[in-house]
């Protein structure tokens, strides 16, 4: 499952669903998402955003019970064709967590943690590797000294660049951020903004956030997610759609869909 | 509007600080009784593991010393023993002075078995067997004179010569603030005042009861076999439950399939059985262990008595036996409190090693075990501590109570609580004291496991904050 290059699109959500037991959390979603580009999710809570993400790199799998029907290609390959191994998907789609979650281990432990699962053990290599992963998401500097400290004993913020050198380290090539900045203060928001404009020209990026602003300033792509509803009382069921996909700068100027434009509009969610 | 009236809410106040102080009283109560409980305990082992005697001697010192035998200096002291015990000089200098056991010893030449102690020149090259039995004792005294100290042939004139038993004992309290109650007590028993011994204070508690084996003289009796055979079954509780219940809390957690009926009703049982009686274990260990997986001779596979192994004169009942007996009776608390600990790791954690590419066993290998790992080990505090202590299903699988001879893995074995339970029920003078010294030599190894994995504990906690 090596990237061949020759397709634009570095993952291709075609039609997808995704159950949870038998019930639909997500229908009929498709967006492409180019290559060096930032797709952005937005949408209410609930509208199945995070869902779509978490089947990009098949963490849904984790869930018992928890099925995707539809298609999503990466460079062209199908990734839940059963000849593919999750594990080999998520080490190419790598994934940032909305709660910066390190290791209870040192900053040098948590960026080697990944080479060394793929079996990286020569100790000159694993330096290399955690050095340039932490310049690339600008940790460097401010952690060269203490690479035997605690992840746990840095910053929200810090914690969470850890992170995404942590990503970075197992080289994949596609990046999925879940509302990463949602529990940062806005200094380190910027930084980890700055961070993924600068990451893009290596990686594909698709983030979740839940603050426009933020899709506005970072994301070249949005896509825009909803709730929809059907039956009343105790018959009602819910789920997630996509209601509009487009240029960022289409969908917050001149937005297709009315619901979009209420959404964007603050008139709702 | 306010529907929080200002007086209701003022008047209320002042009983709600109340309760939250009277609640504080009752805790810090709490807290005092259990200290009062542990003092009281402490005291009451002390106060039976110390105490005062009355030594009655099969020979007066008197009779065979004008001096007093403290006052005699070495060569004296040998000379004593030279004439009064001469037939068991060669055994002293053998369990004294030489590694080998006596039948080695007597058939060894005196250089090779007391290699590096001083020995006469002129019998260098002879074995004890070669020396003439007039001198024979001479020699071996000399030898003793010139290798131990005066305390040591103090000790060797008392067991072979005084042989002191215990008439009476009184513990320690009763020793120091009812003295006269004491004195008339020994009057009443010992009226002819020339015979009436003296009353001596006597401490129980004696380091050479870690090297002496038992004995049926409470004086001289040690703990060695029972210690070692506890020591030997908490080995045998480390190799075999931790292994086990650690990977079945693994496999719990991690792979079996929390929706499927069996395997809640597994869960429910180990929870089940982690509260049944530990006697039950025994008759569990009895039947499965020592009967079926025991002796041949009454129909059993030979596994566990050793003749699978070629050991001939296996019953069954040995320490094997019982280690695996008291391993599945503290399984159910490794498992369940493993478990937990399992459970506790933050599923970010997890979220994290897989979002990396790690498989399931990565995962769990990498992270969750060194995150569980605190908290495995408080449980396995716990079970050490209930394995060391537990004596019914060592009664059951057939613990001896006198053993004299170290115990091996096929052998016939005692253990500490199996020691203290048999001593306290002995009606002899000296033994019910014996067994609280006993106590505190099961505390001290009791504090020494639990300090070891406290350190484990915290070492492995601080590896995850830094």
Redesign the interface.
Known sequence: MTQNGHHPRAVDIQNISVYYGSYRAVRDVSIPVEKNKITAFIGPSGCGKSTVLRAI?R?ND?V?GARVEGQILYHGRNLYAPDVDP??V???I??V?Q?P??????IFENVA??P???GVRDKNTLKEIVESSLKQAALWDEVKNDL???G??LSGGQQQRL?IA??IA?EPDVILMDEPCSALDPISTQHIEELMQELVSQYTIIIVTHNMQQAIRVSDYTAFYSIRKSGEGKEETRWGELVEFGETQQIFTQPQNAETADYISGRFG | MTRIEEGVFRSMLIGRQDKGLTMRRLYAASFGLAILALVLLALTITNEAFGYVALVYKIEPETISDRPLAELNETELVALLVEKAPGQLPKMVSDALSPMDLQTFARASLKDSLAGKQIPAEYADKTPADIPTDERASVMGQILADNLTQEQILELIEAAILQPTVSESWPLFEGLFNRRAIEERLVELFPDEITRPELRFKSWLRLEMLTKPMDSNPLVSGVRTALLGTVYLLIIVVLTAFPVGIAAAIYLEEYADPNKWYNRLIETNIRNLAGVPSIIYGLLGLQLLVRFMGDPATGGLGLTSGQAFGIIDGTGRNIITAGLTLSLLVLPVVIINAQESIRAVPPSYRDASYGLGATKWQTIWRTVLPSALPGILTGIILSLSRAVGETAPLVVVGASTFIVQDPGLFTRFTALPIQIYNWTSRPQAGFRELAAAAIIILLVLLVAINTIAFVLRNQARRRLQV
């Open positions: 790199n963490m984790l018992p594990v080999e998520r080490r190419r790598g994934m967590f709660k979650n390190p290791f209870p281990k040192s943690y990944g060394r699962l793929l035997d400290k605690s746990l004993a992170c942590r990503t197992v």
